[in-house]
């Protein structure tokens, strides 16, 4: 995929409104990514520090910033649960508050103003290209992180023409129920989803929860609460 880097104005941007305890973390030795010369910004795609970056800001905050909607939270990637884990313990030290553990994430809660984070254990990638291709949307594919303590970027080759158009283009996904509900609230936000976008969406998801062994109506039904259940339990009420 054709990755671009982010505008150096965007990206400070986009760092000015993390919260300064994670930027902290994300700008020491063990977190971020140290090169001799950082001086090249035009270079930053291809070269080798983006193989080695460590925390990663990704997806829905530098959506937000970038276009011009509020940001809820932080979502942080890195290449293994091990590094998130203890980055998630540091910050949560640091606000004094207790780490939230769920089945994909560690969560870090609002302190003092400061937005609460999420430390996406459940999606651990190597790179940030592996992390931004990994996406369901293409206006999510976004990614900021440190290198020498300046703010760098990566984004997908159709982010900024999707965000300003306010359209969601379906990817791929490895959770499709989760990337349904995410397309529910996003439309929610204003933003418009095609008949083409919707129907790569149903044909993933008919696909993840493997109606071709199922046979009666009632059965798929089903089966698809369980696929979208399973995402998030709260998003679906008892009738």
Partial sequence: MGWVNMPHSDAQAVARRLPSDLVAI???????????DASDQSAFVNSEFVKTAQLIVAGGLVRAVLGAEPPKDVDVFGPSVELLTKAAEELAKARRVPVIHSERCLTVPRSRGMLPVQFITGFARATPQETLAAFDFTVC?????????????????RFYRDLAARRLV??????????LLRAQRYI??????S?????????????????????????????????????DPGSIPNE
């Fill in 26 to 36: 994300m700008k020491s030795r063990e977190y971020s990514t140290e090169t001799a």
């Fill in 188 to 193: 929610a936000r204003g933003y418009r989803c």
């Fill in 195 to 231: 008949v083409h976008t919707f129907a790569k969406l149903l044909t993933s998801l008919y696909k993840s929860a493997g109606f071709e062994a199922v046979e009666t109506d009632e059965e798929r039904e089903r089966e698809m609460l369980r696929v979208l259940v399973e995402v």
């Fill in 141 to 157: 594919q976004g990614a900021l992180w440190f290198l020498n303590d300046v703010p760098v970027g990566l984004l997908g080759p």
């Fill in 170 to 179: 379906f990817i791929g996904s490895e959770v499709p129920g989760g990337s």
